[in-house]
């Protein structure tokens, strides 16, 4: 089975190195890909120079990435995680396995069920904003889904080869989500660690303009699910 890890990256020059190395360590076999966002800094050569398979994608926001990803990328089991180094690569196997025995489409890396979020996420209004968003989508679908926010994840070939992504920056979690929730995906969420960035590492996410973005595309996403559908 030909698993793809897909790593869409701006500005994470701290971290993308050791982020590439480490999933070449846990996946030996697999094809690993650094996406460069267009960046300001060395993301692009040392993502190379660590081995992964670099591509820039120009237009920016993750949604625009991951995108080019899936358009350009054949495989059996996408793992995506954020460049970040916030999800260590020794979780991996347990999003993998369920995919590839077909428990499930899409395994979800849960960060709240150990507690480690909490812990280790320094900036408090962000974790309103997943319980937030969190409320709203299993208010919508009747579902208890817990991290539906999260960069760790892995999803089959059928679910990306039906997945049509609209959004352009970071609802784009939410949108998969919703996807798989809308057309009867199974999804399995699986406990993992989560760890603050590094400290000269900086987040892309604003907190009030990217949550605004996100709790809009939930409205407009469900009305025209529920128009097409």
């Known amino acids: 089975m030909k698993i793809a890890v897909l790593i869409p990256c701006l500005n994470e020059e701290?971290?993308?190195a050791k982020v590439?190395?480490?999933?070449k360590k846990e996946l030996p076999d697999a094809d690993i890909y650094v996406y460069d966002n267009n960046s300001t800094d060395k993301t692009y050569q040392l993502a190379q120079d660590a081995g992964a398979i670099v591509?820039?994608?120009?237009e920016r926001g993750k949604g625009n990435v991951l995108r080019q990803m899936f358009l350009d990328i054949t495989a059996d089991c996408y793992l995506i995680v954020d460049g970040d180094d916030t999800y260590p690569a020794q979780d991996c196997m347990y999003l993998i396995e369920p995919v590839?025995?077909?428990?499930?489409?899409?395994s979800v890396g849960n960060r709240f069920i150990d507690g480690s979020y909490d812990k280790e996420n320094t900036r408090k209004f962000h974790g309103f904003g997943n319980r937030l968003v969190k409320f709203m989508i299993n208010q919508i679908y009747s579902t208890?889904?817990?991290?539906?926010m999260s960069g760790y994840r892995v999803l089959s070939?059928?679910?990306?080869g039906n997945l049509k992504l609209t959004s352009n920056y970071f609802q784009v979690e939410t949108e998969i989500t919703m996807y798989a929730l809308h057309h009867k995906f199974l999804i399995k969420e699986v406990a993992v660690n989560y760890r603050n960035r590094p400290v000269k590492?900086?987040?892309k996410l604003n907190t009030f303009r990217d949550g605004f973005k996100i709790l809009s595309f939930i409205f407009m996403y469900f009305i025209k699910?529920?128009?097409r559908f």
């Open 144 to 148: 208890q889904v817990d991290d539906v």
């Open 157 to 160: 070939k059928d679910f990306v």
């Open 225 to 227: 699910a529920k128009k």
């Open 20 to 23: 590439v190395q480490d999933f």
């Open 201 to 203: 590492s900086q987040s």
């Open 100 to 106: 590839m025995n077909q428990e499930c489409d899409m």
């Open 55 to 58: 591509h820039l994608c120009e």
């Open 14 to 16: 701290q971290t993308v």
